[in-house]
């Protein structure tokens, strides 16, 4: 099993743009989630689903649009980068909702907005 | 903001000392989880605690929950340099979710 993997690595985008960030995961968990990574901050929920079709909003969603079409692919979309938005982002995973159930992270994308 | 406070914010100890982080928060909570983030890398679940006054020891790691449910902590003894990275405890927050506490950063000096 690969776990959870996100792409790409790493991006550098100009404010304004679009982009959407990849996350998938190969262990057939109901519940993914997305984090994002400030200095100081530790993880900030953005949107989570606990099933395909089915998504929900976390901390700090605004600037961000989620959807999940299959059980293994869970795709964060920036709609107009801003420089508020450089940070990494951590994709999740867990066999069932939380928050009774651990979690796997993807190795994460480190977002810079010029 | 966040559900649950860590302190502290970062700990520097020399190998071989103990270090001790701490979680708390202002409500009862059902269960808390701890992860480790080593530099440059991603978080990795370490454990979960859910009953009143639970204590769990994994090799030189000991992590206990209140008597309260308020507050848990993760002790390492005798710190090795393996040990370094980010502690982060998290805590549910409504019914579908957990929040994370701002991490302790841990270094060791050989």
């Known amino acids: 099993n690969a776990g959870v993997t996100q792409t790409p690595k790493f991006q550098v985008l100009k404010t304004g743009q679009s982009m959407t960030l990849q996350c998938a995961q190969d262990m057939n968990h109901e519940y993914m989630s997305w984090y994002r990574q400030d200095p100081g901050m530790g993880l900030r929920l953005i949107h989570y689903s606990v099933g395909a079709g089915i998504t929900d909003q976390g901390e700090v969603p605004n600037g961000y649009n989620v959807s999940r079409s299959t059980t293994e692919d869970f795709p964060l979309r920036l709609l107009s980068a801003a420089p508020s938005q450089t940070s990494v982002y951590f994709c999740?995973?867990?066999?069932?909702?939380?928050?009774?159930?651990?979690?796997?992270f993807g190795p994460g994308t480190r977002l810079t907005v010029t | 903001g966040q559900q649950v406070m860590q302190i502290p914010q970062y700990q520097h100890v020399q190998e071989g000392e103990d270090f001790t982080t701490y979680c708390n928060s202002s409500?009862?909570?059902?269960?808390i989880q701890w992860y480790k983030q080593r530099p440059g890398g991603h978080p990795v679940f370490l454990i979960q605690?859910?009953?009143?006054?639970e204590v769990k020891k994994q090799k030189r790691l000991t992590f206990q929950f209140g008597e309260a449910k308020k507050n848990s902590s993760l002790h390492i003894t005798a710190t090795q340099t393996t040990d370094v990275g980010t502690y982060f405890c998290?805590?549910?927050?409504?019914?579908?979710?957990?929040?994370f506490g701002a991490g302790t950063r841990l270094t060791v000096k050989p």
């Open positions: 999740a995973s867990s066999p069932y909702p939380q928050p009774y159930y651990e979690q796997y």
């Open positions: 605690l859910v009953k009143s006054g």
């Open positions: 998290a805590a549910p927050y409504g019914s579908n979710d957990m929040r």
């Open positions: 409500t009862t909570l059902s269960n």
